[in-house]
């Protein structure tokens, strides 16, 4: 069974830095890319970044593009999620996904990790 | 950036009832749109994929169809499990999702 599990949220001031990571088990990790999505407390999902199964591709949305920075260790089947100059509105959950096709960065997210919270304030 | 605008944001159904939503695009993204269904409290779950694709153990009561830039939705026959908010996304170009629609019962 495919499990995602997250940690490393937590409360942290404006402008402060914070590492998510998710620990992957129950399938090939190397084979599938890997994304955080977020969600707001009461809000909608936010897709966040994503990154390719062998980590030579990553993709940002505009609104955390310079500040985040997703990598993986895929010896260790971890996926990471550096945040800087955090802000209030990166206030969410923040989910780690795995996609669904092998070896395409496609984004249809299968599976979901229980998420890690992370304020900003 | 694409955007997607979903209709309606929240209904109120029984149990039995027939539900739809509709998802647009602002620009074509052929049929790379997903379908995904989140319980208060829970993580989202994905239900259709590729617009029209059962994800495995899906209900077949869940349908979804459509390419270019409209897309449905649809709940055949409401069962009580059913009630929860339910978001599209796309795929095309980068990631994003549409701003969800509640099912509430009515």
């Known amino acids: 069974e495919v499990h995602l599990l997250e940690s490393g949220g937590g409360l942290v001031q404006p402008g402060g830095s914070l590492r998510l990571s998710c620990a992957a088990s129950?399938?090939?990790?190397?084979?599938?890319?890997m994304a955080w999505v977020r969600q707001a407390p009461g809000k909608g999902l936010e897709w966040v970044s994503a990154?390719?199964?062998?980590?030579?591709?990553?993709y940002y949305a505009d609104s955390v593009k310079g500040r985040f920075t997703i990598s993986r260790d895929n010896s260790k089947n971890t996926v990471s999620l550096q945040m800087i100059n955090l802000r209030a509105d990166d206030t969410a959950r923040y989910y780690c996904?795995?996609?669904?096709?092998?070896?395409?960065?496609?984004?249809?997210?299968?599976?979901w990790g229980q998420g890690s919270l992370v304020t900003v304030s | 950036d694409i955007q997607m605008t979903q209709s309606p944001s929240s209904l109120s159904a029984a149990v039995g009832d027939r539900v739809t939503i509709t998802c647009q695009a602002s620009?074509?993204?052929?049929?790379?749109l997903n379908w995904y269904q989140q319980k208060l409290g829970q993580a989202p779950k994905l239900l259709i994929y590729?617009?029209?694709k059962l994800e495995t153990g899906v209900p077949s009561r869940f349908s979804g169809s459509g390419s270019g830039t409209h897309f449905t939705f649809t709940i055949s026959t409401l069962h009580p499990e059913d009630f929860a908010t339910y978001y599209c996304?796309?795929?095309?170009?980068?990631?994003?999702f549409g701003p969800g629609t509640k099912v509430e019962i009515k």
């Open positions: 590729d617009a029209s």
């Open positions: 996904v795995k996609d669904l096709y092998v070896r395409l960065t496609r984004g249809s997210f299968d599976r």
């Open positions: 996304q796309q795929y095309d170009r980068l990631f994003t």
């Open positions: 990154i390719g199964y062998s980590g030579d591709e990553t």
């Open positions: 129950g399938f090939s990790f190397s084979d599938y890319a």
């Open positions: 620009q074509d993204i052929r049929i790379h």
